[in-house]
C-alpha cells in the first residue's frame, strides 16, 4: 500500500523542494496546519537522495530510512534544454511504501509517472509554468491524492490531466519465477478448477486440469490428457506461477517419511491442524474424504480422487482401536501419534504394519495418503528420497572419462547421486523392487554402489 506520494523539484535559489504530497505533511510538515500527522521520514536526511547527483537522473532508485521502516521509490528526471534557467530541469515524482513491501509492482508506476510528466513538460511545460486561473488542467495536488487512493484501493487508475493527456496504470502482482516442473512430480490444486476454467482458457491447459487429481504424476497426467510432457510441464508451470497448484513426491508405500520442526504445531493444534487433518484424512460417512478438488483444498493443495481404501468402517476390532475412535472418527491424541511415529529409515508399509500391530486398524480409519499429504503440505513431513552412487562413475566423471556407451547399461547416468529414485521410476518404467534389482547385477565392483537416504 502507497504510504504517501510526492512531486519534489529543484529549484536554482531554493533548492530541493516539494511541490506537492498526498496526504498532507507526509513528507514536509505544512506551515500552519496542525492537525496532519508527523512526516513519515526526515526530509532533511534523504533530500539528497529525492534530487540526486545528475549521474543518478533518469533512472529508477530506491531509498530506505535511516529507521528502516519506509523505502523511497523515485525516478528523478532531468531535462536539458536552453529555456530553462541554467538549462536544465529537474523533478521526481515518488511513492513511499513500507519497506517489506514487494516494491515491483510500484516501480512500474514512478516509471510511468516519471516518463509521462517528463513528455508533458517537453510538449507544453507543463511542470514548469505556473498554473494560471483560467487553465483547464487539475492542480498536481489533486493529481496526487487521486492516484494514491485509486492504487491503494482498486489498484488502478484513469485520470484525465487535460483534454489531450491521461494517466492510465495499474498494480501487476509480482510473482517469483516457478521451478521447472519435473515428470515424477505430482500437482495438486489448491482452488476448484471446475468452477473457474471456461472456454477461452488454453486448450491443452483445460485438457491438463481435467486430470489433476492429487494422485497423478506430471507423466501420467500427459498421457491421459493426450499431450506432449513438455507441453504438460508448461502448463503446470503456467498454473504454478499464479500459485494455483503445489508439487509433491509420488506416494510410495515403499517411500519414507520424516517429521520436520513444523511438527511442533500440528501437536499444539496450532489454528486447529489437527481438527483439520481430521477432516481430511478420516476415512467414513461422518468425513469429507469424499474426493474431489473441494476436500483437497483444506490441506491447502488442491484436488485427489476419492478414497483409496474404502469406506467401510466398524466398531469391531481391539479395544485399543474402539477407545482410539468416535464412530469414524480418529481422537486427535491418535493422530498427533501417527503423525509424530514417522522417522528416517522407516518406510510407509513398516509404519503402517508397526500401528496395526500395536492393535490400530489404521486403513479402517485413515486415508494413509492423505495423511502423508497433508503432513507434507503443512510442513509437519518430509519425504526422504533415495539415491544410488557409484564411486567408480563418480571419479570418472571427476576426471572427464564418462561416456555414454551404447548398449551400456540404462542405470549407469543415475549412479552421481543427483537423480532420485522417483526419476528412475519415471523415466525408465520401473519400480522400487525392480531398480534394486537391477543394482545387484549393475556391472561394478563390489561395493562400489551405495544407496543414500537423504
Not at 513519515?40 to 534523504?46: G, K, R, T
Request: aromatic share 10%.
Amino acid at each position: 500500500m502507497i504510504q504517501g506520494i510526492f512531486y519534489a523539484r529543484f529549484f536554482p535559489q531554493e533548492g530541493t523542494k516539494i511541490v506537492a504530497q498526498s496526504p498532507p505533511g507526509c513528507i514536509v510538515p505544512i506551515a500552519g496546519n496542525t492537525n496532519t500527522k508527523p512526516p513519515l521520514f526526515d526530509f532533511n536526511v534523504l533530500q539528497e537522495y529525492i534530487i540526486p547527483r545528475q549521474a543518478f537522473c533518469n533512472r529508477f532508485i530506491t531509498v530506505a530510512d535511516p529507521e528502516g521502516k519506509y523505502s523511497v521509490l523515485g525516478f528523478p528526471v532531468s531535462i536539458p534544454s536552453p529555456r530553462y534557467y541554467r538549462n536544465e530541469f529537474i523533478f521526481n515524482f515518488g511513492v513511499v511504501v513500507e519497506n517489506d513491501v514487494d516494491q515491483v509492482p510500484y516501480e512500474r508506476v514512478v516509471r510511468r509517472l516519471a516518463m509521462t510528466f517528463a513528455e508533458m513538460e517537453k510538449q507544453s511545460g507543463y511542470l514548469s509554468q505556473d498554473v494560471d486561473a483560467g487553465d483547464s488542467r487539475r492542480p498536481i495536488e489533486s493529481l496526487l491524492e487521486i492516484i494514491k487512493e485509486d492504487l491503494n484501493n482498486y489498484g488502478e487508475c484513469m485520470i484525465p490531466v487535460d483534454d489531450a493527456n491521461t494517466i492510465n496504470m495499474k498494480l501487476f502482482p509480482h510473482h517469483p519465477t516457478p521451478p521447472e516442473v519435473r515428470g515424477w512430480h505430482v500437482p495438486v490444486a489448491k482452488m476448484k478448477f471446475a468452477e473457474i476454467v471456461d472456454p477461452t482458457w488454453d486448450l491443452t491447459l483445460q485438457r491438463v486440469i481435467k486430470h489433476i487429481d492429487g494422485v497423478s504424476d506430471v507423466r501420467r497426467i500427459a498421457f491421459l490428457s493426450d499431450v506432449s510432457l513438455e507441453l504438460t510441464q508448461l502448463a503446470l508451470r503456467h498454473l504454478l506461477y499464479y500459485d494455483t497448484i503445489l508439487l509433491l513426491d509420488m506416494f510410495f508405500f515403499g517411500a519414507c517419511y520424516a517429521p520436520r520442526p513444523g511438527i511442533h504445531d500440528f501437536v499444539a493444534n496450532v489454528g486447529g491442524m489437527v481438527d483439520e487433518c481430521v477432516n481430511y484424512v478420516c476415512v467414513g460417512a461422518n468425513s469429507s474424504s469424499g474426493g474431489g478438488q473441494g476436500d483437497d483444498k483444506a490441506a491447502a493443495g488442491g484436488g485427489s480422487t476419492g478414497d483409496e481404501h474404502g469406506e467401510g468402517t466398524s466398531n469391531s476390532g481391539s479395544a485399543r482401536g474402539r477407545s482410539a475412535t468416535t464412530g469414524h472418527r480418529v481422537s486427535n491424541y491418535m493422530l498427533i501419534k501417527l503423525m509424530t511415529s514417522f522417522c528416517v529409515g522407516k518406510t510407509v508399509m513398516e509404519w503402517l504394519k508397526g500401528h496395526m500391530d500395536a492393535g490400530f486398524d489404521v486403513l479402517r480409519f485413515i486415508d494413509v495418503r492423505r495423511l502423508v499429504q497433508f503432513g507434507v503440505i503443512k510442513g509437519c513431513l518430509y519425504r526422504v528420497h533415495k539415491y544410488v552412487v557409484s564411486k567408480q562413475y563418480l571419479a570418472a566423471l571427476a576426471t572427464g572419462q564418462a561416456r555414454p556407451v551404447a548398449g551400456g547399461d540404462p542405470l549407469q547416468k543415475y549412479t552421481d547421486g543427483c537423480h532420485t529414485f522417483d526419476q528412475i521410476i519415471t523415466e525408465q518404467n520401473l519400480t522400487d523392487a525392480e531398480i534394486m534389482e537391477k543394482l545387484k547385477s549393475f556391472p561394478a565392483p563390489a561395493g562400489d554402489l551405495t544407496v543414500v537416504y537423504r
